[in-house]
């Protein structure tokens, strides 16, 4: 940690606007899309508090020392700040849904604190994204997250990865499969490896052959009724959340 560096959430801090930035220095001019949010949407005047975070960890508070147009201009009220690590680590692999359900699993789960998310093709899994059709498609999920991650007053981004298939998470260490008739999240023992991937297969579940090639790993109740693929990846992961702590 450096000298003078505080640790804490920024969410705590109960300021006005959150923002993502290059680098937390004493003053910041935020233009852009960023900008013309605080200044033209959100409407922020001169002494409301921002928190900014470089989206690694750390985050600052400062005032608002004007604006104008799309722009604003913050003068830092504090020292920089490390924002804890949530232990275990929580990976998030879902299986791709139809539509802009990928982007709600996206947007709940960074909220939730997940630090990473891989979208998933699953055998019964209705959307195929491949070619340049995957990579518009990722841009346009971590430009979710970056949004949900603002709403939440996070200071990490979390990962959005490309699609992979199912089977590059077989033997991964802390597979964990959201089930109907799983046992719940304080069953489970902390993982080994310091991190739980989450596993939420598509609608209508994961076909038998998946679900032998993924083995006997453990298991998260997600409830007792039948789930949209979307709602068991926000109920696995709310499970889990409530498990974690900031690592020391």
Excluded: C, N
């Excluded at 699953?122 to 999920?141: H, P």
């Excluded at 981004?157 to 033997?171: D, S």
């Excluded at 076909?207 to 109920?235: H, K, M, Q």
């Amino acid at each position: 940690m450096d000298r003078g560096e505080t640790t804490g959430f920024a969410a705590a801090v109960g300021a006005a606007a959150h923002a993502f930035v290059a680098r937390l220095d004493e003053t910041l001019e935020v233009a852009g899309d960023d900008g013309h949010h605080l200044a033209r949407v959100l409407r922020l005047e001169a002494g409301e508090t921002v928190t900014a975070a470089d989206g690694r960890g750390h985050w600052r508070p400062y005032r608002v020392a004007d604006t104008a147009k799309s722009q604003v201009r913050l003068a830092a009220a504090g020292p920089p700040a490390r924002e804890p690590a949530l232990a275990p680590r929580l990976v998030v692999a879902f299986a791709l849904t139809k539509g802009t359900k990928p982007e709600l699993v996206v947007q709940k789960v960074t909220e939730l604190g997940a630090d990473a998310i891989v979208p998933v093709r699953a055998r019964r899994s209705i959307a195929r994204w491949a070619g340049t059709r995957a990579e518009a498609a990722v841009s346009r999920l971590r430009r979710v997250a970056r949004e949900a991650a603002v709403q939440a007053r996070r200071a990490r981004l979390p990962e959005v990865a490309a699609p992979v298939e199912l089977g590059a998470l077989v033997g991964r260490p802390g597979l964990v499969v959201a089930a109907r008739d799983g046992p719940p999240a304080g069953a489970l023992a902390e993982p080994a490896g310091g991190e739980w991937v989450l596993v939420v297969g598509p609608e209508g579940g994961f076909d038998p052959g998946e679900r032998a090639a993924i083995g006997a790993v453990d298991s998260v109740g997600v409830g007792p009724f039948v789930l949209r693929a979307e709602t068991a990846a926000v109920a696995g992961v709310a499970a889990l959340a409530g498990r974690r702590r900031a690592a020391r």
